[in-house]
């Protein structure tokens, strides 16, 4: 009661403005802490969505592919929007490539290699010296090498889509990315590839081999087919290479092995099959429109534009005649002989298109950057591969590295021929490394599954 007392008796001797002045200091303190209170309490309430968030959220919702207001990925841009960025725009790193025949996948073998290599991710890899997961049969666990490492980060190698043998070997989030070819220069590519003229025996003098396998198709079909027919390679018998090869790859029923169900004869039946690839494969991509097809796969994994560079590979010398130059009536049988694989390449063509009409107008800008940074890619690599007469697989040689320059779709990046050495000419060259670092890191773990038991009843080749 005193000090109250002695409190007031002090304050009356205090001139108006003085008292003015204490009552401030006494409450400065007040106002200050009712200001943090009220700021913390707006941070932590859910916010009303700004504008731009709501673009983004909408753009979300149905627009999977586009990750920022403009439609490019937030990867590049500022440190700023990066921040805001990673809740929207994480590398993807889990994935199911699914190398289709005959379908520039061996190109994307050395893009997706060197992606993975350079992040030390985890790639499924085929058992011993073997270079497919069973294909063309379906894939079964026993066609992945077990790994010490725990996890699979990517399944690359050749295998036919095999949806809960993958899933179960795969984290939950991956995605399942996949490519067509337009199916006559797919048909034109496999004949070459697997030898189909010489193995069934068309006649080596005849004009154009492919028409004349076409001309008596059943009977060269089946030489080829056949358990005589010795020369195959990696080619089981009963198993055809001419006829709706990449729906096959997806995993379709038709008929192989011998004896199991085939629904390429109920048109419906084809078509609810391929609907229901497209809603697992988040992105089917086109051979013809590889360029859009892997803006499009930069976006969606949110990756950087120098992660879709490539180096062409396997890729046969032009000699096959344009598709234009056969008959007519060729192309007509064909597309009926194979036309699961057409239904299939219509569906995804029109899908990616559609696709690309809702990417906005900086896509085609970006098509054209990733173009320019491509050609000059390939220069720099092929001065590496076949330069001063080097053999092909000769990386000692030092060449100054290329920078690209800071454009609207990227920083400035490089690479050096490390990065021309992961990409090709050889698309196994990691591949084999890996193999290696497996060999050694998970010895005795391949060692004991080696001892399993293998019931399977069919074995691939290859
Ligand atoms: C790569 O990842 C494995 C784990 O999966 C780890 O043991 C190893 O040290 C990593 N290597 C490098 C070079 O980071
Ligand atoms: C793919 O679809 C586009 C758009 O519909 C079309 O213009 C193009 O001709 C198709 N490509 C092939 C090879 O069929
Ligand atoms: C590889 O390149 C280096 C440097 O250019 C050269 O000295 C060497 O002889 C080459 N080796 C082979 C096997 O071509």
Redesign the pocket.
Known sequence: MQIVQVLLHWCRRLTLRKRGAVLTALLLPVIVYAAVLIYTAHRLLPAAPSRTHRTHRTQREHRPYVLSADGRSLYEEGQATEIASTQICLERRNMVFLKVMKCATSTLLGLFNRFAYKRNLSVALPPGKQIYHNWPYPMTRRDVRPTGRGEYNMILHHAVYTPAVMRALMPPDAVYISIVREPFSQLQSAFRYFNVAEISGVPASARDPLLEYFGDVEQYEKVYMSPAAKSRWCIPDGFSVTRNLMSHCHGMPLGFPPGTRDITRDAAATDAYIRQLGRSFELVMVAEYLFESLVLLRRLMCWRLQDIVFVSSNVAPKTGKERAAYPRHLLEFHKRWSHADYRLYDYFNATLWRLVARQGPGFSREVKAFKAVQSRVEQYCAALYFG?G??KT?N???VPPLVEAASEWTRSFTITAEDCWALGPDPFYLTNKMKEESDTRDEKILRESSKLLDERQHKGLC
Do not use: K
């Open positions: 001063d080097h053999a000769n000692t040689i030092r």
